[in-house]
């Protein structure tokens, strides 16, 4: 389980993304991947991944979450006039 544990960490650093490695039974990334903000919304991804290594099972156990969290408004603005007093007349 050592080889493939050292193997995983090797795998886990082509990712380019910080990561614990915890007593050669866990890998842990916990990163923000993306943080916008703008006058009118806020936007946050967060990646997390945790592998197991379980020896005496000789079992891997691999969780991983995407997170977004999105806030603000939206505002859409058009340049439309309509007269209704002599039927439907639309300009665009």
């Given at each position: 389980?050592?080889?493939?544990?050292?193997?995983?960490?090797?795998?886990?650093?082509?990712?380019?993304?910080?990561?614990?490695?915890?007593?050669?039974?866990?890998?842990?990334?916990?990163?923000?991947?993306?943080?916008?903000?703008?006058?009118?919304?806020?936007?946050?991804?967060?990646?997390?991944?945790?592998?197991?290594?379980?020896?005496?099972?000789?079992?891997?156990?691999f969780?991983?979450?995407?997170?977004?969290?999105?806030?603000?408004?939206?505002?859409?603005?058009?340049?439309?006039?309509?007269?209704?007093?002599?039927?439907?007349?639309?300009?665009r």
């Open positions: 389980m050592e080889r493939v544990f050292k193997e995983a960490i090797e795998i886990v650093k082509g990712y380019k993304l910080p990561f614990d490695a915890v007593d050669s039974k866990l890998i842990k990334i916990d990163q923000e991947l993306l943080e916008e903000s703008s006058f009118s919304n806020k936007q946050k991804i967060a990646y997390e991944c945790q592998i197991f290594f379980f020896e005496k099972k000789k079992q891997i156990l969780y991983q979450k995407i997170t977004e969290k999105s806030s603000g408004f939206f505002i859409q603005y058009s340049k439309n006039t309509c007269d209704f007093s002599h039927g439907m007349n639309c300009q």
